[in-house]
C-alpha cells in the first residue's frame, strides 16, 4: 500500500518502532468510575448534560455523563491519568486516589449520588506532550 491509516492508540508507539519513526505518544490510564443516586430521572440524558469542571487553581478536570452506559449509574471521572509504559499492563495498580478525589468532588457538588463508586474501570487515553490530537504524514 502506498499509504496506510495508523489507528492504534496506546500500541502505535510499538507498532511503528521498527520503521524508525518515533512519535510523542504517551499512552494514560484513566479510572473511568460510575456512581448510583438516589434520584436517576436527574441524570438521565434528557436532563443532565455532558459536563467538564476545571479547576484552574488545582488543575483539576472533571468531567460527567448522565445514565446511559451502566443502568441507574452516572458517570463523573478524572479527566487526567497516569502514564503507562505498557498499555498490555493497564489494568495492574488501580489508584484508589482517583476515586477519592472524585468522591470528595462529587459531596461537594451533587446531591444524592453516593460517595462511593458502583463500578471502575480502566481505559486508555493516547495523549501528545500538548494534550493536542496528532494527525501527520510520513
Known amino acids: 500500500a502506498k499509504k496506510v491509516i495508523i489507528t492504534a492508540g496506546a500500541w502505535t508507539g510499538k507498532l511503528v518502532e521498527g520503521t524508525g519513526l518515533t512519535l510523542p505518544l ?33 488543575y483539576f478536570e472533571f468531567y460527567g455523563l448522565p445514565i446511559k452506559e451502566y443502568h441507574g449509574l452516572m458517570r463523573i471521572s478524572y479527566h487526567h491519568g497516569s502514564e503507562i509504559s505498557d498499555p498490555e499492563r493497564r489494568d495492574s495498580d488501580p489508584h484508589s486516589k482517583t476515586s477519592q478525589m472524585v468522591s470528595q468532588f462529587i459531596q461537594k457538588h451533587f446531591k444524592g449520588v453516593s460517595v462511593k463508586p458502583a463500578i471502575m474501570e480502566l481505559c486508555m487515553y493516547t495523549i501528545t506532550p500538548d494534550s493536542n490530537p496528532f494527525m501527520d504524514r510520513h
Do not use: G
Open 26 to 58: 504517551k499512552p494514560v490510564r484513566v479510572e473511568a468510575l460510575y456512581w448510583s443516586t438516589s434520584n436517576p430521572d436527574v441524570f438521565t440524558p434528557d436532563s443532565f448534560p455532558v459536563f467538564l469542571y476545571i479547576d484552574e487553581d488545582e
